[in-house]
């Protein structure tokens, strides 16, 4: 067996498929691997909240989440870092004034704009006003995230990790980025879905990297036992991090790039092959 390893994998687009799905090669694979000894973290830009049940059942040593905001180590908050109260205030009033659809993450749950859950609604389902179809899917396949959001609550908060809006129509990603240039790391979103210049606003200096370097202090373990596991361009400051880098087939081109290697897609079972490979499971 391969000496014992600390391994990080990504979620969206990564352990998850672009249904936000886990396939069943990928949850076999975390489970062989654990039991072999290894360790098993997940290092998501996501949240506590939308870290859903049907992916914690299948069992993780911890949580890297919001991005390098918070660690958690089985059910101890290692370390949090949250958005001041101050920007997340300025933050709220710009994007209802410019009329920007968004949600703010919290560990205790994802809070919705106004608008955001009908536009969501749209891409997701299709019409559901006038295409049968569409109101069938929403019927009869609920998208976990929409179901997770919460509305009409108070936007300003005390315990935001970060914030992500969707593509804007009456300010560009550019001046939201410029707007909040002292205050976030904006960031381009990794959910397609979303549009291009969908985004996220983060704590400055926050990133997965930082979160891994001070987990592997508290277990006291070394960075030559790392291995990462990503798709997206959030995932580079933990490849550059990280002994051995592994890209999902269906990651983004910048990643392939500075990655050690490139599996399949998530799909085809990319985590799977790569654990046997390496002779983690």
């Not at 290692?78 to 993450?105: A, G, P, Q, T």
């Not at 609604?121 to 976990?144: L, Q, S, W």
């Not at 990643?255 to 490139?262: C, R």
């Amino acid at each position: 067996m391969a000496d014992r390893k600390i391994i990080f994998i990504d979620v969206d687009g990564t352990l998850c498929n672009d249904n936000g799905l886990v396939p069943e090669s990928a949850a076999i694979a975390v489970k062989a691997a654990r039991k072999n000894g290894h360790l098993v973290y997940l290092c998501t830009g996501r949240s506590k909240a939308e870290i859903f049940d049907y992916i914690m059942d299948i069992g993780f040593d911890g949580i890297i989440g919001a991005g390098g905001g918070f660690v958690e180590v089985g059910d101890e908050m290692l370390y949090h870092k949250k958005v001041s109260e101050e920007n997340v205030r300025h933050l709220v009033d710009f994007f209802n004034e410019y009329n920007v659809n968004f949600y703010i993450e919290s560990n205790g749950g994802l809070y919705a704009s106004k608008n955001l859950i009908p536009e969501l609604e749209k891409i997701i389902y299709g019409d559901i006003e006038n295409d049968p179809e569409a109101k069938y899917k929403k019927d009869n396949n609920p998208n976990h995230f929409i179901e997770c959001l919460i509305t009409e609550r108070n936007l300003y908060r005390n315990d935001v990790n970060k914030a992500c809006f969707l593509e804007p129509k009456d300010v560009s990603f550019q001046q939201i980025k410029e707007e909040f240039k002292n205050e976030f790391e904006v960031i381009h979103c990794t959910v397609p879905a979303f549009g291009d210049d969908s985004g996220e606003l983060g704590v400055p200096d926050v990133h997965k990297a930082t979160a891994i370097e001070i987990l592997l202090k508290h277990l006291n373990m070394d960075a030559k036992d790392t291995i990462a596991i990503g798709d997206g361009m959030n995932d580079v400051e933990m490849f550059e991090f990280c002994e051995l880098t592994i890209a999902m087939g269906n990651a983004k081109q910048g990643l392939k790039e500075i990655s050690d290697e490139i599996t399949d897609t998530h799909d085809e079972g990319g985590i799977y092959n790569s654990f046997k490979k390496h002779g983690l499971i």
